[in-house]
C-alpha cells in the first residue's frame, strides 16, 4: 500500500464504492487491477517530464472521493447551451450520461448508448470496447479513470454513415459539492463514414470539482472526424482528459479546441496515425486568466506512411494566468513521406501571466518534414504605434490587436453563430473587453 | 482652418537620442500653409528619426528644443493626438497586422479624427463610396480593403496603402517617410498622384527621401539636406538636383561652400 496520502484516499474512496459501481464481477476485476497499477506507480508529479507545468497542488488540494451530484433539468441547460441548431445532443452530467435530457435521434448510422447500461447488459462487449490505459507514464489518470469506471457514453457510426447533424456532446458538472467523478467517452467512427463533433464542457455550481475523462476516438480507413472542443467550466472546476485517437488508412481528423474557463484544465491530446496517408489538423487557443491554468498536451505519433500532422495553438495569458503547450511528435520508421507541423504562439499581457512552450520532435526516419515553433512575447510595440498614429488611443490599440492575436483560429470555426459566441468569450476574458465590445 | 502662408509646423534646435545615441543634434524646420519640403540626406542622417520624432514613435529620447504644431507643444502630445490633430506619417516600413482588417483600420480611424473635429461618423455606405474613389486613384485592388493591415502586401501595395490612408485622412501635415523607396517608376508616379492630390493651400507636406526621383513628380517648395544630424544646406527646388548630380559626399564638411 501507497504511504502516499492522495492514493491511500484514492484506495479508501475506491474500497467503499467500486463493488458497488455497474459491471458486475467482470468489471469489479478489472477496475481493481486498474487500481492496483495504479497505486504501483502513483500519479504524475512535477519530476515527470511532461506534467512539469501543471500545478499538482491545485489537483492533490481537491477531494477524490466521488463528488455529490443533483438532478439537472433542462431548463438549467439551456442557458449554458452552444447555439448549435438541429444537433443532435448528449448530455453527461458529472460524468454519467443522461437519457432524459438528451435529443440524440435515431437512425442514420449513428448509435449512442449510455455506458453503464452497456455494462450492466454486456459487461463482456463493454470490456472489449473500452481501452485499457498502458503503462505509459502519461497515462495515469486515465488509469485512474478505469479503476472507478462505470460512467460515460459509447458513440458508433456505421461504416460509410453520413449522419448529417452534427452530434453535440456537453459535459455538465453540477458543482454540487467538492469531489472527483470520473467519466469515458469512447467513439468509434466506420470506414468511409463522416463525424461532426462539438464537445462542451459547463459547470452549474461552484464546488470545487475534480472532473477526470478518459476517452478515446477510433477513425477508421477513409473516415472524417471535425471536432470541436470548447472548455468553459467555472472558476472552481478542475478538469482533466485523456484523449487517445486513432486514424486507420486515409481518414482525416479536424480538431479545433478553446480552453476558456475552469481552475484548472490539463488535456491530453494523444493522436496516433495508424494507417497510410492518415491526415489531422489542430488548433486552438487557450485563454488564462487571474489565478487559471491551462496545460496542453499533444502527443502525435505517425506511424504510417506519408501521413500528415498540423498543429497550430495560441495562448493569452493576463493576470497570474499560467499556460503551457507540449508538443510531442514521433515520426516512426514506417511513417516514410510523412509531413508534421506545429506552431504555437503565445501573448502575454500581464507582468506576471506565464507561458512555458516544450516543442519535442522524434524523428526516426529521413524521408520527412517537420516544421515547428514556439514563441511568448507581449503586443508588438511598433504595430501599438502603428495604430495610435492613425488616430487610435493606445488602450483600443492594445484591445484590437490583442483580439487580432486569434482572429484566424476563431475565424476558422464552422458557423458564424459559433465565430460569435467564442469570440464574445474570448473578448470577456480580455482586460480591455469594454472598449473591444464598443468597436463591434 | 489653415491659410495659405500660416505656420504649421516649427521645430527648434531638436534634438534627439535612440538609445545610446543621439542621432538629430539641432534641427531647426519652418513648414507653413501650402508648401511642400523635402528632406533629403544620406543613410544614417536622421531622417527617419526626425519623422519618427515629430510623430510620436516610441523609443525616441527627445533631449531639447521645441516642436510647435499649429501653436501648440506637439512633443508633449501622444502619438493618437498629433494624428487626431491632423499629423500623419506615411511609414518607411509599414507594419502587417494580421487579423486586423484594413477596412475596419481606416474607418475607425477616420471615424476617431471626425469624432475629433466635432464632425459626425459616416455611414457605411458614404464611407465606402469615398474608400472606393480613393482606391481607384491609387490603382489599388478592392480586394486589399478585406485583407489584415498590410498583410502579405507586396512592398509596392503597402506603400500604396500609406497613402490611400493619407488621402482619406486628409492631413494637414503630412510625413512621407522614404515613400518612394522600393517603388517602381509605375507605382511612384501613382504614389505622386496621390501626393500631389493632396497638395492645397491649407495644408503641407514634408518628404523624406534618399534620392530625387519621386521630387520629379511632386516638386517641392523647400529642399534641405540633412547629415549627421544637422540640416547643413537648404535651397529651392533646384539643390535636390544638385545633390542628384553630385550626391551627398560634397556637403559632408557640413557648411561647405557649394
Known amino acids: 500500500m501507497s504511504a502516499d496520502p492522495i492514493m491511500q484516499g484514492i484506495a479508501a474512496s475506491h474500497a467503499g464504492i467500486a463493488t458497488r459501481l455497474a459491471g458486475g464481477p467482470a468489471w469489479n476485476e478489472r477496475r481493481g487491477l486498474a487500481l492496483s497499477r495504479l497505486l504501483g506507480r502513483g500519479l504524475p508529479d512535477r519530476r515527470d517530464e511532461n506534467w512539469k507545468y501543471l500545478d499538482h497542488a491545485e489537483i492533490a488540494g481537491r477531494s477524490f472521493s466521488p463528488a455529490a451530484t443533483a438532478p439537472v433539468t433542462a431548463l438549467q441547460l439551456a442557458p449554458v447551451m452552444l447555439p448549435l441548431a438541429a444537433a443532435r445532443r448528449v448530455v453527461l452530467v458529472d460524468g454519467a450520461c443522461q437519457p432524459g435530457l438528451s435529443a440524440a435521434g435515431a437512425g442514420n448510422g449513428i448509435e449512442i448508448d449510455d455506458l453503464a447500461a452497456i455494462m450492466t447488459r454486456d459487461p463482456a462487449l463493454a470490456l472489449q470496447m473500452l481501452r485499457e490505459p498502458g503503462d505509459d507514464a502519461d497515462d495515469r489518470y486515465a488509469l485512474l479513470a478505469e479503476a472507478f469506471v462505470s460512467a460515460g457514453v459509447v458513440i458508433r457510426v456505421a461504416a460509410n454513415a453520413a449522419p448529417g447533424r452534427s452530434l453535440y456532446l456537453l459535459h455538465v458538472g453540477t458543482g454540487t459539492g467538492p469531489g472527483t467523478n470520473h467519466s469515458r467517452v469512447v467513439i468509434e467512427v466506420g470506414a468511409g463514414a463522416t463525424l461532426s463533433l462539438v464537445e462542451h464542457f459547463v459547470t452549474l455550481g461552484n464546488a470545487p470539482t475534480l472532473a477526470n475523462l478518459a476517452a478515446e476516438l477510433r477513425i477508421d480507413a477513409g473516415a472524417t472526424v471535425e471536432h470541436l472542443r470548447i472548455h468553459e467550466s467555472g472558476a472552481q472546476a478542475a478538469q482533466l482528459e485523456t484523449w487517445v485517437t486513432t486514424l486507420q488508412a486515409d481518414s482525416r481528423y479536424r480538431q479545433q479546441f478553446f480552453a476558456l474557463g475552469g481552475r484548472l484544465l490539463r488535456s491530453n491530446l494523444d493522436l496516433s496515425l495508424a494507417g497510410r496517408a492518415a491526415a489531422a489538423r489542430l488548433s486552438g487557443l487557450f485563454m488564462v486568466d487571474g489565478a487559471r491554468q491551462a496545460d496542453l498536451y499533444t502527443r502525435v505519433e505517425h506511424h504510417g506512411a506519408v501521413t500528415r500532422t498540423s498543429q497550430e495553438f495560441r495562448g493569452i495569458g493576463s493576470g497570474r494566468g499560467r499556460g503551457a503547450f507540449n508538443g510531442r511528435v514521433v515520426v516512426h520508421p514506417s511513417a516514410r513521406g510523412a509531413d508534421a507541423s506545429q506552431t504555437c504562439r503565445n501573448l502575454l499581457l500581464t507582468p506576471l501571466a506565464e507561458i512555458n512552450t516544450r516543442p519535442q520532435l522524434e524523428i526516426h526516419t529521413d524521408d520527412v518534414q517537420c516544421r515547428h515553433g514556439a514563441t511568448t512575447g507581449t503586443l508588438d510595440p511598433e504595430q501599438i504605434f502603428y495604430l495610435r498614429s492613425r488616430g487610435l488611443d493606445a488602450v483600443t490599440a492594445r484591445a484590437l490587436l490583442t483580439v487580432a492575436f486569434c482572429a484566424d483560429i476563431v475565424a476558422a470555426l464552422p458557423q458564424e453563430a459559433l465565430r460569435e459566441y467564442v469570440l464574445e468569450r474570448v473578448v470577456g476574458q480580455l482586460p480591455d473587453r469594454d472598449v473591444i465590445r464598443s468597436l463591434r | ?258
Not at chain 2, 494624428?83 to 481606416?106: D, K, M, S, T
Open chain 2, 1 to 258: 482652418m489653415t491659410k495659405n502662408g500660416q505656420t504649421i509646423l516649427s521645430v527648434r534646435d531638436l534634438r534627439v537620442r535612440a538609445g545610446e545615441r543621439t542621432i538629430l543634434e539641432g534641427v531647426s524646420l519652418e513648414v507653413r500653409a501650402g508648401e511642400v519640403h523635402a528632406i533629403m540626406g544620406p543613410n544614417g542622417s536622421g531622417k527617419s528619426t526626425l519623422t519618427g520624432a515629430l510623430a510620436g514613435r516610441p523609443g525616441l529620447e527627445v533631449l531639447s528644443g521645441t516642436a510647435t504644431y499649429l501653436g501648440r507643444d506637439l512633443l508633449a502630445l501622444p502619438p493618437e493626438e498629433r494624428a487626431r490633430a491632423g499629423l500623419f506619417l506615411a511609414f518607411q516600413y509599414p507594419v502587417e497586422i494580421p487579423g486586423v482588417n484594413n477596412v475596419y483600420l481606416l474607418k475607425a480611424s477616420l471615424n476617431a479624427l471626425r469624432r475629433h473635429r466635432g464632425e459626425p461618423e459616416l455611414d457605411a455606405f458614404e464611407f465606402l463610396t469615398l474608400v472606393r474613389a480613393r482606391l481607384a486613384r491609387m490603382q489599388m485592388d478592392e480586394g486589399l480593403l478585406n485583407r489584415g493591415v498590410n498583410e502579405g502586401f507586396s512592398g509596392g501595395e503597402k506603400k500604396r496603402n500609406e497613402i490611400l490612408q493619407m488621402s482619406l485622412l486628409e492631413p494637414t501635415l503630412a510625413l512621407l517617410d522614404e515613400t518612394d523607396s522600393g517603388l517602381d517608376i509605375d507605382a511612384l508616379k501613382v504614389v505622386a498622384e496621390g501626393v500631389n492630390a493632396l497638395r492645397s493651400p491649407e495644408r503641407a507636406i514634408v518628404i523624406v527621401t534618399h534620392y530625387q526621383r519621386l521630387l520629379d513628380y511632386v516638386v517641392p517648395d523647400h529642399v534641405h539636406v540633412l547629415a549627421r544630424g544637422r540640416i547643413v544646406r537648404s535651397g529651392g527646388g533646384e539643390l535636390a538636383r544638385e545633390l542628384e548630380r553630385r550626391g551627398y559626399d560634397w556637403l559632408r564638411d557640413g557648411t561647405a561652400a557649394a
